[in-house]
Nanobody
Framework: QVQLVESGGGLVQPGGSLRLSCAAS????????MRWYRQAPGKERELVAV???????NTADSVKGRFTISRDNAKNTAYLQMNSLKPEDTAVYYC?????????????WGQGTQVTVSS
């Protein structure tokens, strides 16, 4: 059974930091690109960061220099380190695993974790 379980969200003051984790099971984690998305109330889901397989990374301009995506294939876990958080970073953050092979797309999602940046 495929599972992606996010953790690490919460309430943090502006300028603070959080590290989100995404624990994966039920598939070959190392073969999948991992992505973090976020969705704020009333807004579309936004791609925040992606780490490939192997480990090339990219982040959205809105978080570049503040957020870092990483992965630990031995632990089947992806991370999103978020520093210098701003109120506009408030959203539900989702973990996504994707693999394209032989004309098929395998696409899995976590349930999301709430991040609230407020004083």
């Amino acid at each position: 059974q495929v599972q992606l379980v996010e953790s690490g969200g919460g309430l943090v003051q502006p300028g603070g930091s959080l590290r989100l984790s995404c624990a994966a099971s039920g598939f070959t984690f190392s073969s999948y690109a991992m992505r973090w998305y976020r969705q704020a109330p009333g807004k579309e889901r936004e791609l925040v960061a992606v780490i490939g397989s192997p480990d090339s990374t990219n982040t959205a301009d809105s978080v570049k220099g503040r957020f870092t995506i990483s992965r630990d294939n031995a632990k089947n876990t992806a991370y999103l380190q978020m520093n210098s958080l701003k109120p506009e970073d408030t959203a539900v953050y989702y973990c996504n695993a994707v693999r394209r092979t032989a004309g098929r797309v395998y696409d899995y999602w976590g349930q999301g974790t709430q991040v609230t940046v407020s004083s």
